[in-house]
């Protein structure tokens, strides 16, 4: 092989060399041609997009990986047409490994950004990972041009490590660690593949969606685990051992995690609360954006997000406040004098309430005499909203400031409590105090107060 590198330098046959040099360029051509072919003749455009899904998933996110793929099919084959019409086809067994390096870190990227990337945003640990495996894919590329990879292999198998009572070479621990890292990558994206066409399948509830995406991400990964020990040669057996003391660390340490685990599939699956849901659990209250196995986020109405345990909600009261429906009733108080007519006072105040936008027209608002008090006549106003998620002392706020805005058109009076107040000199504080109190001197309940 190393031959073949050396030969491109010293050719007797230039013809031979440039009809390889054109069959390969247009080898490559058609490639990056017939994967744009395949990109528009597939994907369509517009609101068309949807109707083509899977179209899209095999092509338009595939087309970095297809175009070298396209061209390897294509070097392939007018490698055995070269050869069967008996031309010199050298430069191939350089172009084979240069391609499949290309197609395999592109495939790789493709499934790495499958499972880490969200909403299209690469992070700078992804990047410095892919920038890695390209370099280690460069030297490999080079070695097996070179004629090197073979010594290198050998390196590796002759020089051994102690591990444990056994020796263990540097190809093997290699070997064993590609092999449980490329099983759990292929398990992520095919749980991460399974969960994206669940979450867009609309003939399913949204919470059975995430159990059976996220039992079946727990499942792919524990059969990739099992498989990787076998292939790296432990025997399974040995997990008695460890199931053992993993049950006995739930039992003792683990308790709340597990519970707070078990909480998230019991949530999923009775379906109590969604993602959209207005709930209130103790002292927490906001929407639910995010249900996980383990815990779920509450946004509040201030932006502040709350992550709880799923426990929290399966041992606690919840107010759920659309989980049959979206309407909330809220309610306000004031209080008027005797003087005014109740029946006019109660129509201005549900009157008002009818001006603000966000309070429902459909259940109309009622206002009521709820006591005849010491101050004045107590009302309640009680209105209903459809949209809990936008608060609700905004639309309180807003209802207070049109029942206001009525009463001064209306020179409605708001009561106040009334007191009286005495003020008393020395001499007639101590004979109030002696007369309430006859059985204790005088002096012992004199008080001295400032004089004006």
């Not at 069959?23 to 597939?42: E, K, M, Q, T, Y």
């Not at 992550?307 to 309610?331: G, K």
């Not at 009521?368 to 004045?376: F, N, S, V």
Request: proline share 3%; charged share 15%.
């Amino acid at each position: 092989m190393t031959d073949h590198f050396f030969s491109l330098f010293t050719d007797p046959q230039p013809l031979a060399l440039l009809r390889q040099l054109i069959v390969i360029g247009l080898c490559l051509l058609g490639g990056i041609g017939l994967s744009r072919w395949l990109r528009g003749r597939f994907v369509l455009p517009g609101d068309q997009e949807e109707q083509s899904l899977m179209m899209q998933i095999g092509v338009k996110s595939f087309a970095r990986v297809l175009s070298p793929l396209l061209a390897l099919v294509l070097l392939t084959a007018a490698y055995y047409a070269l050869r069967r019409g008996g031309h010199s086809v050298s430069l191939w067994e350089i172009m084979f490994p240069l391609t499949v390096a290309q197609v395999s870190m592109r495939f790789v990227f493709y499934v790495l950004r499958g499972i880490f990337v969200k909403d299209a945003t690469v992070g700078a640990l992804l990047h410095l990972s892919e920038k890695a495996i390209a370099v280690l894919v460069w030297l490999c590329v080079l070695m097996w041009i070179t004629g090197v990879w073979p010594d290198f292999v050998d390196y590796l198998d002759t020089t051994t490590l102690p591990l444990g009572r056994h020796q263990v070479s540097l190809l093997t621990m290699l070997q064993a660690g590609a092999s449980v890292l490329v099983t759990l990558i292929i398990a992520l994206w095919i749980g991460t593949v399974l969960e994206n066409r669940l979450m867009k399948f609309s003939g399913m509830h949204s919470s059975l969606r995430t159990v059976v995406a996220r039992m079946a991400r727990a499942v792919l990964i524990l059969i990739a685990f099992l498989v990787s020990l076998s292939l790296v040669g432990i025997d399974l057996t040995v997990l008695s051992v460890f199931g053992g003391a993993l049950g006995v660390g739930i039992g003792l340490g683990l308790q709340k995690i597990a519970s707070s685990y078990v909480s998230g599939f019991v949530i999923l699956l009775e379906r109590s609360m969604v993602i959209g849901d207005m709930v209130a659990v103790e002292k927490y209250f906001g929407k639910v954006t995010q249900i996980n196995t383990r815990y779920t986020i509450l946004e509040g109405l201030d932006g502040i997000e709350s992550v709880l345990p799923n426990e929290l909600f399966v041992s606690n009261p919840v107010q759920n406040y659309s989980l049959t429906h979206r309407i909330v009733r809220l309610s306000t108080q004031l209080t008027i004098l005797y003087q005014d007519d109740v029946e006019t006072v109660l129509s201005i105040m549900e009157q008002a309430a009818l001006e603000v936008q966000r309070v429902s027209q459909q259940t109309a608002p009622q206002a009521l005499l709820i006591k005849i008090g010491a101050d004045g006549l107590e009302l309640e106003l009680g209105f209903w909203i459809t949209d809990p998620e936008n608060g609700r002392l905004n639309v309180l706020s807003d209802v207070n400031r049109a029942i206001w805005k009525a009463f001064k058109a209306h020179g409605i009076q708001v009561a106040h409590a009334k007191r009286d107040i005495r003020i008393m000199d020395e001499r007639s504080f101590r004979q109030s105090q002696t007369q309430e109190n006859p059985d204790v001197p005088g002096e012992q309940n004199s008080r001295t107060i400032p004089g004006n």
